[in-house]
């Protein structure tokens, strides 16, 4: 069956550093892949889509790769702020109909 | 923000019970959804509307049906409510489906507990 991994529960992380989170999946090979940001109590908002041709996207801070040969993706938050403290969910359109399934979220402490 | 709006915002009822949770949307989007999320599962798709009375299931449909009767409302209903229910339901939208890649726009949530 299908399976989207994310490399941890919580991240911590000093402002102004870097932060990487990591999506995993398997049994699937998805034409595009999204990262959604959600905060407590909220519904979760669109960030990024990135397509199965394309290896990397920026917008602003944020960037995202997409290695299907590893079935991974990386999304990284540059220059972190404690405003980008959050959970964020990668999603991926497992059944080719924008039908999209949710790995269960990094939830991403930046620390001042 | 997408014009999206989820009613009710928190319900609580008890077993056996049939519970209606609305969603209006005032984007004229084709596509709406309907997701559950529980801890440690993520958010799981109950149904989804591609148009007016056309639906379908998702990953996790037993229990619940689906009604749009018009392009800006979708309805999901628990005909008779388990505390298996109990979860946080989210909305959403998308001008994109079937296969063209697209953003959605989630409502802000309905939190159900069945006791």
């Known amino acids: 069956s299908q399976k989207i991994e994310q490399n941890s529960e919580a991240l911590n992380i000093q402002e102004g550093k870097t932060a990487t989170l990591t999506c995993n999946y398997t049994?699937?090979?998805?034409?595009?892949l999204q990262w959604y940001r959600q905060d407590p109590g909220r519904g979760p908002v669109f960030l990024l889509l990135?397509?199965?041709?394309?290896k990397e996207k920026r917008k602003e801070r944020l960037k995202v790769t997409f290695d299907t040969t590893l079935k991974q993706s990386l999304f990284h938050i540059t220059a972190s702020q404690p405003a980008d403290s959050a959970t964020y969910l990668c999603?991926?359109?497992?059944?080719?109909?924008?039908?999209?399934?949710f790995g269960t979220g990094t939830r991403l402490t930046v620390i001042p | 923000d997408a014009g999206i709006t989820q009613s009710p915002r928190h319900k609580v009822t008890e077993t056996g019970t049939p519970v209606t949770l609305r969603c209006h949307q005032t984007?004229?989007?084709?596509?709406m959804y309907w997701y559950r999320q529980d801890p440690g599962h993520g958010l799981r798709l109950i149904h989804y509307?591609?148009?007016?009375?056309?639906?379908d299931k998702g990953e996790v449909s037993d229990g619940y049906s689906v009604s749009r009767s018009k392009t800006e409302d979708f309805l999901l209903t628990l005909e008779s409510a388990t505390s298996s229910q109990t979860s946080v339901y989210f909305c959403?939208?998308?001008?994109?489906?079937?296969?063209?890649?697209?953003?959605?726009?989630f409502g802000e949530g309905s939190r159900l507990t069945v006791l």
């Open positions: 984007e004229n989007h084709r596509y």
């Open positions: 049994n699937y090979s998805p034409a595009y």
């Open positions: 999603a991926l359109d497992m059944d080719g109909a924008n039908n999209l399934f």
């Open positions: 990135i397509r199965e041709n394309e």
């Open positions: 509307s591609y148009g007016v009375k056309d639906t």
């Open positions: 959403a939208i998308s001008s994109s489906g079937q296969g063209a890649a697209g953003e959605l726009f």
